[in-house]
């Protein structure tokens, strides 16, 4: 196919989906892409380019000779320019900028402007807006001649002569409507629109809820300057749904599947090693007991079960707060209602196992007293563990900390402490009576 | 607003968008709803059921009389109406469907006939189908009598004269063509559509790989038979993300925020207690080397450390396994490759958390026999609880097993076990050094 012929190659080739010619061009050897470059315009290539990671963006625009690539950073949509640019560094974004149409260029800062993860961060500048005095039949003439460039086309979006956000319609709604009416009296006029910086996980939250295809973002003084869209909304979710899986699981910035052994290694390490000098205070705490543990050699044999109902109990609180709060199910704020139903929560469980657990450890060891510490020492360490594992994210969320503080084997661990504190406590206080 | 007056309610709350109808609804009390069943036509407040859960929905049927139920779902979306009847129990749904339109029933009875979580139980039957022959204009003006029954008519579908798929065209594509041109030369015949049986996930994963608004669902004979839009996709990620979240952390079914105490308590107590034996069993390979352990007492203070290692390492390849799993990044069957370069991640981290650990104990305990047996137990630990981290999902997802087998505390109470009796092991053999 590649084998020379320019004309049958871009006839085949640019009747693909641009997502299976990323495939495509993808997989191609390093002589072969530079023939995609002289067959292709600047144009058709970015589409091409849009659909590349950020690091297969790096490394080909390497490939490109300058006029080319300015001309191909001129076609693209501005948001993915901007987020191209976000990643270069020293100074090539702003050589980049220089190189490009002046207008498009403006755009492009713009977006650049706005903080990461705002809805002006993640918003697009390609949208269609019309008038309210328009005529039906004329406003379906326009988007004949604009719809290539928009983003979408679904909804157009009616700006007064100050460019202010004051309605919407869907194309489904103006071509059911008659040709002959003005847009004022066919347009919604109650617009769900969201601020520039707006947190792009709400609204996503938002766009799923109402089941748009796109949202209008405003400034504060409710002039229309950008469009989300749903295909960008997807994204976001999976990407907000990845941190949250790195936040339970330590494995943050380490999800990735696709890297060596080494640079997997080299990601997960500090985590790892971090969690292991939590790992020495344990130690430390244990051996605070050693005397205890040394009339009792058999107590060493529930440490394990003690943290590891402390953490899995943590755990499952962790997942319930932090997915709650993904999926807006929590309100952001409702910290007491969360610390009372976890407490009670921990309490039943606390009860339930202590009740199982005291059972069985008479049986096994023939020993009633250590049966009763060790369950004691479950309940207590439950009815708090709960507490902890739901009630932390919940109050760096308020707090707008970092979230890796509420990971799970950092909770796991804090209530790994807490756990085996109580229970040796415990032992120790009741040391004569074993 | 809800006092009495008829015409002005309805004026008001019908310009509402549907899914603030339904907020609206949702908070009235017993009496006012009666009311907006009085209002309301069936036709009406199809919409605001469609936007009620499912627990809700079961709750309002019940207050419903039967001729309105049954107008009711008349006027749904079919896939709604599957969804909802198969929530219900006891001949319920036969009956629901009895009183139904013949035609309607019969579109709902096909769905509720697919396995759960595939695209025929997903898709909607709402979707505009034309013929090749036809000529835009003419379409156009169709359109402007369907729009409102389907679900989009952002992409129409082209069948020939047996519902065989054969091309789709997007309303923009629609209107910008020439409105004498025949379907035939404007639609593109390169149709992205998915089997009737592929699994959610993987439709899902499509449509957001080409960033599509709706996907086609057809049978084994290529005929269209369904569509899948973008919300119903989102839906689906976020429903798996939520499923792989309960998988991480032993919370499956438990992740629910709005439930009382007693019920989260009884929800997630099977998952604490069956993990509370599993801790019984290690507390057993602890006992057998009690005899070790009353020699040196020291050896009890590293158990936590050991295990939070183990614990934490394993967790981390889970995430990546399972959130590649998600996102497709690992394609199904290269296990081989993934456990090879889990091995190299887990020889890598226990070498430097080795290095790391021997010297530290050294320092802080002064027993440098100690550190080696601490330090050579977490490399061993380490390299194998990458493994087990990474494959276990990745085996039970190509042996198409319950997933939950796979869940994170499992897995850390499977390296928990192996890495105490590592630790143990290699301590029992050099206790004469000790």
Not at 315 to 331: E, F, Y
């Amino acid at each position: 196919l590649e084998a020379g012929d320019r004309k049958q190659f871009l006839d085949t080739f640019l009747e693909l989906h641009p997502t299976d010619q990323v495939d495509f061009f993808i997989k191609l050897k390093d002589d072969r892409r530079k023939r995609v470059y002289d067959y292709l315009s600047p144009e058709d290539f970015s589409h091409i380019f849009e659909g590349l990671d950020i690091d297969d963006q790096k490394r080909i625009y390497q490939e490109l000779d300058e006029p080319y690539s300015s001309e191909m950073f001129n076609n693209m949509f501005a948001d993915d320019v901007a987020d191209f640019l976000e990643a270069m560094t020293g100074g090539k974004a702003e050589d980049i900028l220089q190189k490009m149409d002046q207008e498009e260029a403006q755009e492009v800062k713009e977006l650049m402007a706005y903080a990461p993860e705002t809805a002006g961060a993640v918003m697009t500048k390609e949208y269609v807006s019309i008038t309210s005095t328009e005529v039906v039949s004329n406003v379906i003439d326009t988007l004949r001649k604009d719809a290539p460039d928009a983003e979408t086309i679904y909804y157009l979006y009616v700006v007064d002569e100050v460019e202010r956000l004051v309605g919407v319609i869907s194309l489904r709604d103006l071509i059911t409507a008659q040709p002959t009416e003005t847009i004022e009296n066919v347009m919604g006029t109650r617009v769900v629109s969201v601020d520039d910086d707006m947190d792009q996980e709400d609204v996503a939250q938002l766009i799923k809820k109402y089941d748009f295809l796109a949202v209008p973002v405003v400034s504060k003084q409710n002039h229309l300057i950008g469009i989300i869209t749903v295909d960008d909304v997807i994204d976001i979710l999976e990407e907000e749904a990845t941190e949250d899986f790195g936040e339970i699981s330590a494995a943050k910035g380490a999800t990735d599947v696709n890297v060596s052994s080494f640079k997997a290694a080299r990601r997960r390490s500090p985590w790892i090693i971090m969690l292991m000098f939590f790992g020495l205070i344990t130690a430390g705490v244990i051996g605070q007991f050693e005397e205890t543990l040394e009339e009792i050699v058999l107590l060493a044999v529930f440490i394990p079960l003690i943290m590891d109902s402390a953490g899995n109990t943590g755990t499952q609180s962790l997942a319930v707060a932090v997915r709650g709060l993904a999926l807006g199910t929590i309100k952001k704020g409702s910290i007491g209602k969360m610390v009372r139903r976890e407490f009670g929560t921990g309490i039943m469980l606390g009860l339930i196992c202590m009740a199982v657990l005291a059972i069985t450890v008479t049986i096994m060891y023939q020993h009633w007293m250590l049966a009763l510490i060790v369950g004691f020492s479950i309940f207590c360490t439950l009815s708090i563990a709960t507490v902890i594992g739901a009630t932390v994210p919940l109050i760096i969320n308020k707090l707008k900390l970092d979230p890796a503080i509420a990971s799970g084997p950092f909770i796991t661990t804090v209530n790994d402490i807490l756990g085996l504190l109580i229970y040796f406590s415990i032992a120790t206080a009741l040391l004569d009576f074993l």
